[in-house]
């Protein structure tokens, strides 16, 4: 039997070896202490629950238009003018299964064969791989931990060829937790100016930041507004992982009819109870329950960042976003920098579970999780200073 070749380009993820590992362990009775989910431990509001059981009961349980109803897309429509100084209409908006879907979708629209993709490094896992399937090609801008994990201006423009389609902006980061300010962005906008290259900014980590300087990409210039796509979602901000509900926005009708017929022949529209409870979950009442799970968020940080700063052979930066440490461990000479070996053995010997940074693209750190308990997190703490004073 004979498979596409695009299909199999897609690489297993490298973290699943650790969660294999990770589930065996604890299979045999072993404590395990799991810091590399990337999902929020909160259960999802209360308010936007009743709003799906609603729906169901109110026999809301057919097809919909592809890309979300049209009081789903004037809720989000709202929420970017609102919070995001952002002015798209209903109609230049598309509510995908969760944002990675909408970055299928986004980069499925623009990419052909041979492209060039810009992906800063460290990267989430998902940006080179759908670049790969798109038959493009993953060009890595790596950033470095002096520079808080950001590119520069100068290193983009030195990136750029003829054949550069599109550059993925992920702020705050995934899994770095940095974010660029409204000056670092508007000096990367000023490198593309003239340029026919698209901008994905993912900007999905947005409630989750600690402090005042997060900025939609596309609300900067006039120009960013036409070659961004702006990709948010409600997994992160309202703990709905599950429910899968993303959106994309662009200025570009042809784009939007584009992906609105690559979803309408795959996976139509999201399902509908999903949409009228996402409704409830982007009104300002919900600002409260959200700003309270962000607060713990930052507690959790400080509390995270206090205890792996006093462990001298480990160093890392103060997350402005997301909920992940990303922590140096090329200090210790026992792992040279190998973060796979690093985490199987921190698993093995401690039972605690974190993502090697060659995951994302690194070696020489790993990614640490703070969406857990204090608790947990104390006790994930204890092991890992044991373990690297053995
Ligand atoms: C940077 C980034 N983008 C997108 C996603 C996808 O989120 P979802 O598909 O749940 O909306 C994630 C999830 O981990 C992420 O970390």
Known sequence: MQYSDKILTLEESNTLA????????KKSGKEIINLSTGEPDFDTP??????????????????????????????????????NSLSYSPNE????????????????????????VLIPSP???????????????????PTAQENNFKITPNQLRDALTPRTKLLILNSPSNPTGSLYSKEELEAL????????????????????????G??????????????TITINGLSKSTAMTGWRMGYLASKDKTLIKAINNLQGNSTSNINSFTQMASITALSPALEGEIETMRGEFERRRDFAFAKCSSIPSLSLNLPDGAFYLF????????????SMRFCKALLEEQGVALVPGVAFGVDGFVRMSFATSLEILERGFEKIAKFVED
């Open 93 to 116: 908006i598309i509510v995908s299964n969760g944002a990675k879907h909408s970055l299928f979708n986004a980069f499925g629209a623009v990419l052909n064969a041979g492209d060039e």
């Open 214 to 227: 997060f900025v939609s990409l596309a609300s900067l210039s006039q120009d960013l507004l036409e070659r």
């Open 123 to 141: 990267y989430w896992v998902s940006y080179p791989e759908i670049a790969k399937y798109n038959q493009a090609i993953p060009i890595f801008l």
């Open 327 to 338: 922590i140096n461990i090329q200090k210790l000479k026992r792992f040279d920098g190998d």
């Open 46 to 83: 209360q308010a936007i629950k009743e709003s799906a059981i609603k729906a169901i009961n109110e026999g809301f349980s057919k097809y919909t238009a592809v890309s979300g109803i049209l009081e789903l897309k004037q809720a989000i429509s709202q929420k970017l003018s609102r919070e």
């Open 189 to 212: 906008g000023e490198v593309l100016k003239g340029s026919n290259v698209w901008v994905i900014s993912d900007e999905i980590y947005e409630k989750l930041t600690y402090s005042d």
């Open 18 to 25: 650790i969660s294999a590992l990770a589930q065996s362990l």
